[in-house]
């Protein structure tokens, strides 16, 4: 446990401002969007020598969209934090663009990302650099980096939210301190794959240790809402499998779980009809071909098949299957399909699965067949968990 006011971080002092914001903001965005839990967070500093840096996790209860680290740098000499005792990022979601203040900094490659600065750090008296007065005093290369390392967590999570990223700093000696956040001079260390694989097996094997044998899985927020609103089950357990949902099935039929239930938004599970396990936007889409493929063997047509080739969305596809009086003849036949993928992917294992794709505004849009077995060994389970004291 870091202590208030031990110098225990001497190995920053190399560091600028913004890469210790980077950091935390790091930490932050990898809490809130990949439920990956750092105590420590690498830095990359311009001539490659990695800077391994403690970060703090600070507790909002009261706020699930929000997670906020911090960089203990007691009595180390940083250019525009002297007499600053820790760095402090919060990172939140943001669900209406009336919430973002117009004297907020934006970078046009990261549109949904808004950097400000909070407690303890000053604003701009007069213009600069082509900055308007009112601004937090957070220079180019410090935003530039602070950035970067939100956006780098938000490319492994796969969605776009609306993000605000708070720096703030605070002083242990006097509170009426205020301060700058300046410098680059590197990068934080990319996320790895083997990061977010590394939170869902520890989650898994968690899981398994305490009892649980029957799992309830989402890739994202869609899935979690959608049960959390319109069902009995309770989410309190729920794996995060985010994109990874091969590798999940994997771990979960390894360790031994009886039964998995997987729901989620239909353009990530539409995917496993093609026997795309990854389903990373990066990685292969096949949306298109699943649903003109399934098009035909519902009974549509050819022409039919390719109006759905030219369409980009699985909200259009959708639209235009519901249009044709056809949608859940086409959903069963991909149901059917992702039930043939998954079962080849758990191979002999004797865990049993189930995969609801689901929409926003359609609901349900089929069911993996032979499902309710796993739906009734979920549901009392994960509800027995919830009122369990």
């Known amino acids: 446990m870091i202590q208030k006011g031990m110098n225990v971080f001497s190995n920053i002092s190399s560091l600028s401002g913004g890469a210790i914001a980077a ?32 970060v703090r996790f600070i507790p909002h209860p009261e706020n699930h969209a929000l997670r906020e680290f911090c960089v203990v740098i007691g009595n180390v000499n940083i250019q525009g934090l002297s007499g600053a005792s820790e760095v402090h990022v919060t990172v939140e979601r943001v669900r209406k663009m009336t919430d973002i203040p117009d004297d907020i900094y934006i970078k046009p490659e990261y549109i949904n990302l808004y950097l400000d600065g909070g407690e303890g750090i000053s604003r701009l008296t007069a213009a600069e650099h082509g900055v308007p007065a009112g601004f937090a005093n957070i220079d180019k290369e410090a935003r530039d980096v602070i950035f970067e390392a939100v956006a780098d967590a938000i ?26 956040i300046t410098g680059g001079n590197g990068s934080v260390a990319r996320t790895s794959q083997d990061d977010v694989l590394s939170e869902i097996a520890g989650a898994i094997q968690e899981q398994y240790e305490s009892g649980i044998r029957n799992v309830i899985a989402v890739p994202g927020n869609a899935g979690h809402k959608y049960i959390q609103d ?112 998954v079962q080849n992917r758990i191979g002999g294992k004797a865990m049993k699965f189930g995969v609801i794709p689901i929409h926003q505004d359609y609901g349900i849009l089929g069911q993996t067949p032979d499902i309710g077995d796993v739906i009734a060994c979920v549901s009392r389970e994960q509800f027995a968990l919830s009122i369990k004291k």
Not at 37 to 51: K, L, N, W
Not at 156 to 176: E, G, R
Not at 276 to 303: K, Q
């Open 23 to 54: 950091v935390a903001a790091k930490a932050a965005a990898s809490s809130l969007l990949l439920r990956i839990s750092y105590e420590s967070i690498e830095f990359h500093t311009d001539d490659g020598r990695p800077v391994n840096v403690p």
């Open 155 to 180: 490319h492994f999570a796969d969605i776009m939210p609306l993000i605000k990223i708070t720096v703030s700093a605070i002083s242990y000696n006097n509170s009426s301190l205020q301060f700058s």
């Open 230 to 341: 319109n069902t009995h089950i309770s989410m309190a357990h729920c794996i995060r499998c985010r994109n990874y949902i091969g590798d999940t099935l994997d771990m979960a039929a390894m360790v031994g779980m009886e039964n998995f239930l997987l729901v989620g938004n239909a353009s990530k599970l539409i995917r496993l009809a093609a026997g795309i396990m990854d389903t990373h936007t990066w990685n292969a889409d096949g949306r298109r071909e699943v649903f003109s493929l399934h098009t035909v063997l519902a009974g549509g047509t050819i022409s039919q098949a390719r109006i759905l080739q030219d369409l980009a969305t699985t909200d259009q596809m959708l639209a235009k299957l519901t249009e044709w009086g056809i949608r859940d003849a086409v959903m069963q036949s991909i149901c059917v399909k992702i039930g043939d993928y």
